[in-house]
């Protein structure tokens, strides 16, 4: 299966500010998605990011606030803009090469927002 | 969609068999189910993933009845190690048709004793 380099692991950030999250992963993947967990909570699906395209984002989660690249088949990055204390979360990069293989994730991002 | 739905919490002992079960109702005709584990502060990991009848690998046995409506995941002989949160997913197929969706449930944390 696929590994998946997740940059940063964890970061502080301050009120108002943007971080951006890389998910790189060792070979061509068909799909990736960027999720969110909240502490003591499942996983949440914020957008398929698709390559050489806008991102296709579920509902609650827009573009302003979670841009999102994916400039080719292995690499994409997350954004979480004008950040409040509400985005302290884990920020995961998901992969797949197709649907009967299963999907692999990151380690995750911690981001505290203070 | 498809939603699943497991017990909040499970709790067991070193050595015993744990069986986890996953109610899908409306799984439609070309989705996988598929398993995964997580352990605090790690991405979820693929444990299995099946269609029908039963599937088994080294880690564990998946049971899906003939209506598909369910899953089992069995855990032969679970350790302290295998303490962590299962989630049971159902692929779906998203909105616009496009991308195929990993969407997670609540998921089964699941506490072995010693």
């Known amino acids: 299966s696929a590994v998946i380099s997740q940059k940063p692991s964890r970061d502080i950030c301050q009120r108002g500010t943007s971080l951006t999250i890389q998910c790189q992963v060792d070979?061509?993947?068909?799909?990736m998605f960027w999720y969110r967990q909240q502490p003591g909570q499942s996983l949440t699906l914020i957008a398929t990011?698709?390559?050489?395209?806008?991102?296709?984002?579920e509902s609650g989660f827009v573009i302003d606030k979670f841009p999102i690249s994916r400039p080719n088949l292995t690499f994409s990055t997350l954004t979480v803009s004008n950040m409040s204390p509400e985005d302290s979360s884990i920020y995961l990069c998901s992969v797949t090469q197709g649907r009967r293989y299963g999907y692999t994730f990151g380690s995750g991002t911690r981001l505290t927002v203070v | 969609l498809a939603k699943t739905t497991q017990p909040i919490s499970m709790d067991s002992y070193e050595g015993q068999e744990v069986n986890i079960t996953c109610s899908h109702n409306?799984?439609?005709?070309?989705?996988?189910i598929t398993w995964y584990q997580q352990f605090p502060s790690q991405g979820p990991r693929f444990i299995i993933q099946g269609y029908k009848t039963k599937v088994t690998n080294e880690v564990a046995s998946l049971f899906i009845p003939a209506d598909r409506k369910s899953s089992t995941l069995s855990l032969p002989r679970v350790s302290l190690s295998d303490t962590a949160v299962y989630y049971c997913l159902v692929g779906a197929q998203h909105a616009s048709g496009g991308s195929y969706i990993p969407t997670f449930g609540r998921g089964t944390s699941l506490i072995v004793h010693p």
């Open positions: 990011a698709n390559q050489g395209s806008e991102a296709t984002y």
């Open positions: 409306n799984i439609a005709t070309n989705d996988y």
């Open positions: 070979s061509q993947v068909t799909m």
